[in-house]
């Protein structure tokens, strides 16, 4: 019997258990690091069978007994809320935590696969080349501690690399852009803007966008690489597969597109006639509101992954028909 295991940490969340569903349809062992809390988060985990799961602060003592198991980690786990204030719970979580698990990885010789993101690109005007060189780096400017702490730890990783530190035998990290799909529903606020817009529509309201305070950029017309959360799936177990491919990689889809065409693809999938209405950006994000992202895919094309990404409107539809409107929405 096989008793290897896949070590998925945020294993509960939004990617994590989309990423835990795709492993286990596979036939792999998954054990989870997370936290369930007191809502229905579990309910992410539901339809799967898990061979494991630890809370994140016994994470260390049960590697230490379940180490030799481990035949991959795929870290997922981290705050992500981008307007959280508290930086020291940040570090410890999103740095600290990542760095024991590299540490981990290159002493067990398992492949580690985690997730940095777009918000470590800030602004955007230094662009979004996913450039994991010191120099690339050292350029970028994040806006909040979230994008920060992701920084410090791609930063870090470039230093071991450059150096000649340990590292595992194949690592990846993710610079995830706007994803959306199944499972997002515990995360209140930070729900990608699909679920935003269809809970609004079936509460029977408009769509509300944010005017736009910038000449380049028309009423809803601030655009984003919206990526499909399968696609994000397929990525981590193409990365998986493939012990040739290790860096520094973004995860979008290459295409921006705009809010009005996420709200129109909404609507269509529901079949109903778009109701837009504008409303103010609030002053207190205007100075720091990111008006375009689109990621560059040329070194995850380069490094061998070659599968097509959804569409922004067949993506919406699947999410929207599948799960939205269904009466069980997990996947």
């Known amino acids: 019997m096989n008793d290897k295991l896949v070590l998925v940490t945020g294993g509960a969340g939004f990617i994590g258990s989309n990423i835990v569903a795709g492993l286990v349809d596979r036939g792999r062992r998954v054990a989870i690091c997370d936290r369930l809390g007191t809502d229905d988060k579990w309910r992410n985990l539901a339809k799967r069978e898990l061979a494991d799961f630890v809370l994140p602060e016994l994470l260390g003592d049960w590697l230490d007994v379940e180490g030799d198991r481990v035949e991959a980690v795929v870290h997922m786990g981290a705050i992500s809320s981008t307007t959280e204030r ?168 290459g295409r921006a597109r705009s809010f009005h065409d996420l709200a129109n693809a909404v609507y269509a999938a529901l079949g109903l006639p778009a109701d837009i209405r504008f409303i103010p950006m609030p002053e207190e994000i205007r100075p720091k509101y990111q008006y375009f992202t689109e990621a560059r895919m040329e070194r995850l094309r380069k490094a061998g992954y070659n599968a097509p990404f959804t569409s922004l409107e067949d993506g919406v539809a699947d999410y929207v028909r599948r799960y939205l409107e269904a009466d069980d929405p997990y996947r």
């Open 86 to 253: 508290d930086a020291d719970l940040v570090v410890d979580s999103n740095f600290s935590l990542s760095l024991m698990l590299w540490q981990w990885c290159a002493e067990a010789e398992a492949p580690l696969i985690y997730a940095s993101s777009a918000a470590t690109y800030g602004d955007g005007s230094r662009g979004f080349d996913d450039d994991g060189s010191i120099e690339g780096l050292a350029t970028l400017r994040p806006m909040n501690v979230y994008g920060w702490s992701k920084h410090l730890f791609d930063r870090r990783v470039a230093r071991i690399v450059a150096d000649g530190g340990p590292t595992p035998p194949r690592w990846a990290g993710l610079k995830f852009f706007n994803v959306y799909g199944p499972n997002e529903g515990h995360k209140g606020a930070m729900q990608s803007v699909v679920a935003k817009a269809h809970r609004a529509i079936r509460d029977g309201g408009p769509v509300e966008l944010f005017t736009s305070h910038h000449p380049d950029y028309p009423d809803g017309g601030q655009r984003r690489d919206f990526v499909h959360v399968g696609d994000c799936v397929d990525i981590v177990l193409w990365l998986l597969d493939n012990p040739a491919a290790s860096g520094l990689f973004n995860v979008g889809t």
